[in-house]
């Protein structure tokens, strides 16, 4: 009996080496997360057929993207993708974004409303023409920003935190989330609500209105989506504007508490508590403390939730007018006001989401 016929194309054997240009690959792969590109490649006198045969299924290495491989194989890391993204899109192509803000300590927790996280998000300048591609997100512009490099290595090419906030939040279709994401940078010491500020005005208004709203109760002090809604609400009262997350000082120079809102006239905190906030134990101990030492103080104090403020605003304003004529009544506590405290950059771990 003779064989059937073999209709599969047969494998050609895998391009050979020389010991020398092995080395020098290795060498130039290694400064580069174990990456490497075609141009580099044809610099050290390997042939496309070469790259090709190595490259395709069943190969020794993995194409990441166009002319980019990964000469380990296999899947890249969330590193090796943000190397092999500056790499495709070249020398003077920078990360921005969630991509960056990563490397300046600011990482998503669960909850976020933004589909381009999952990208590497480069900025390039205008007259170049790379293309999005795969987990890259590649935009051009006039304005390229400055720049910073991470502790990494390879060090890696990133936008200020003022730029990539203002850069992912363009890509943000939550307001809340463009909020708590500015809230966190601002009050972590990470930028200044007038550098993200500086960018807006540098930028083109189309897609901005989120972070323009965001940087706005920025720069009035909220440190989070409710509270900024917390304080559009009270600027529709009528009522004289509060003062957001300002330490209250008692005679003795310690501090009493640090209210979401303070009306100084009457001496009226006003706390933004949500069920997220008493999600342990502990955290409803915290709370009940804090306005037990109010009540020592004489402090008026009026608690809402950010559903409340959210979905019942005209009953909400009307609850915050009645706690301040109650506090009028009432002999104003001996307590002053001072500057906004700045929190450590490593007291957080991540953005806290709107909900």
Sequence with gaps: MTDPPNDETPSRP??????????????????????????QLAQLGMSTSTT??????????TRVLPSVHLITGGAPDAFQRDVAALLYCGDDAVLTGFSALR??????????????????HILL?????????????????????????????????????????????????D???????????????????????????QAPRQGSAH?????SYALAGAWSGPEGDLLELMRATGLPEPLLNRPLILPNGRVLAIPDAWLDDVGLAIEVDSQRHHASHLDLERTTRRNAAYAREGVHVLTLTPRQIRTEPEGTAMAIA??????????????????????NPEASTGVRWAG
């Design 125 to 173: 300048p205008h007259a170049r023409r790379a293309a999005s591609k795969g987990f890259v997100l590649a935009e051009r512009t006039r304005q390229m920003p400055e720049t910073a490099q991470t502790s990494t290595d390879p060090p890696l090419r990133i936008a200020s935190v003022a730029r990539a906030v203002a850069d992912a939040a363009r890509h943000c279709r």
């Design 52 to 61: 090709s045969g190595r490259s395709r299924a069943g190969g020794m290495w």
């Design 322 to 343: 009645e706690a301040h004529r109650a506090a009028a009544r009432s002999p104003r506590p001996d307590v002053r006001a001072t500057d906004p405290v700045i929190r």
């Design 211 to 215: 972070l323009r709203y965001a940087v």
């Design 175 to 201: 307001r809340g989330d463009v909020q708590a994401l500015v809230a966190e940078a601002t009050r972590r010491g990470l930028t200044r609500a007038e550098d993200i500020e500086d960018v807006l005005n």
């Design 103 to 120: 490397y300046h300590g600011l990482v998503l927790s669960s909850g976020e409303d933004f589909r381009a996280a999952e990208l590497v």
């Design 14 to 39: 895998m391009p050979r080496l020389t010991f020398t240009r092995t080395a020098q690959l290795h060498s130039v792969a290694q400064a580069q997360a174990s990456l490497i590109t075609a141009s």
